[in-house]
């Protein structure tokens, strides 16, 4: 997948995303929410900060502890931890097809080669069914991938703004039992 675009200059179309977002401190600040992109650990744009602190163990460890902690926020998380499942899913399905419909292409091509030579008619179903399954599965593959990101986004916030509101809380719990 293709990570969303950052900039109207970026040409991003053939890089493969990683996530967490390398620009999210960005993307953050960008929509007002300073305080949350200050949680953010990396910046592609500062040098100080190494992007080697992007790992995905930065957002687990505080679901790791909103779980325990705030069990109740978490049903909604796997909510949408399930939606992104889902979209990776449909993602990798839609892509995986657009490769067997240019092979049902391929097939259509060569035996309807076969009919012409034999019988001089080709019949053009074998080859529209492989270019629509194809056209279909890219259309798809596309409108997911832009459901997928915003998903993606959305769980970070969540666990962000969450956390957050977890450590404002945080000094009144009392400390974990062994």
Known sequence: MVRPERGKDSDVSEIRVQFPYSHLKAYLRDRGFDR?????????DDSKLSPRLRTKNFINEMK?????????????????????????????????????AIVGLIVGLISNCGLYIKGHFYR???????????????????????AFHYQRSREVFFVLQNYELFQAARAKLPPPSP
């Not at 949350?36 to 592609?44: F, G, I, Q, T, Y």
């Not at 926020?73 to 892509?95: D, K, M, N, P």
């Not at 053009?124 to 997911?144: A, G, K």
């Open 36 to 44: 949350l992109a200050n949680s953010v650990r990396w910046d592609p």
């Open 64 to 100: 790791v502890e909103l779980d325990y902690y705030t069990p109740q926020q978490t049903r909604e998380l796997s909510r949408v931890e399930g939606h992104i499942r889902l979209h990776g899913s449909l993602w990798y399905a839609c892509f995986y097809l657009e490769y067997i």
């Open 124 to 146: 053009i179903e074998i080859i529209i069914r492989p270019v629509c399954v194809y056209i279909i599965s890219f259309f798809f593959q596309h409108l997911t991938e832009k």
